[in-house]
C-alpha cells in the first residue's frame, strides 16, 4: 500500500508543477484548473493509502522507509516529463536511499 501512496503522490506533484510552469488567464484559473484539481485528488488518495497502510499493523519504520520511495519517483518522473537533467547528485541520493531500504530490510 506504501508503494502506490508513493507513487500516486510522485504522479500528483508531476501535475502540480506541470500546472505551475503554464500561464493563466487569471488567479482563479491558475488554481481551479483540471491539473491541479487531479493532482491534489491525488495527494488525498495517496494519503487515504497511507493511513490504510498504517491501519493494517506496520510498523512506523517500515512505512516511513516505504514512502522514501516518492523521492525516486520524482526524480525519474522530472526526467521523463520534464527533461530536467540527471546530474551526479541525483543519482548518487537515489542510490543512498534505495541501497538503505536494502539494507533496513536486510537487518
Do not use: D
Not at 65 to 76: D, F, H, I, Y
Not at 93 to 98: F, T
Amino acid at each position: 500500500m506504501f508503494a502506490l501512496s508513493s507513487t500516486v503522490a510522485a504522479f500528483s506533484q508531476m501535475l502540480l508543477k506541470k500546472s505551475a510552469n503554464e500561464t493563466h488567464k487569471n488567479f482563479i484559473q491558475e488554481y481551479l484548473n483540471w491539473k491541479v484539481i487531479v493532482g491534489y485528488g491525488m495527494m488525498f488518495v495517496g494519503m487515504i493509502c497511507t493511513v490504510i497502510g498504517y491501519s493494517h499493523n506496520v510498523e512506523v519504520k517500515s512505512g516511513s522507509m516505504m514512502e522514501t520511495l516518492g523521492n525516486v519517483w520524482v526524480v525519474v518522473l522530472s526526467f521523463l516529463f520534464f527533461r530536467e537533467p540527471l546530474t551526479k547528485k541525483k543519482i548518487f541520493g537515489n542510490i543512498l536511499i534505495i541501497a538503505g531500504i536494502i539494507i533496513f530490510n536486510l537487518a
